[in-house]
């Protein structure tokens, strides 16, 4: 399933990594797109929204809800 989630406070290529890196700690299969200037990372994954959105936080990144 697609899930659309808003990240705010991404705003160079490292941010981008770490975003993609909780991810996939949660779903090594994910497929991730993130677009830097709109925040709006795009997840291809068979798991819930709530424990991708959640690595995302953990990484110091707000998703917004």
Request: aromatic share 2%.
């Amino acid at each position: 399933m697609q899930h659309i989630l808003q990240v705010q406070g991404m705003t160079c290529g490292h941010c981008e990594r770490a975003v993609v890196h909780a991810v996939r700690q949660v779903d090594p299969e994910a497929l991730v797109q993130v677009d830097l200037p709109t925040g709006k990372v795009t997840v291809e994954s068979d798991h819930a929204r709530e424990p991708l959105a959640a690595a995302i936080t953990e990484e110091g990144y707000a998703v917004a809800a």
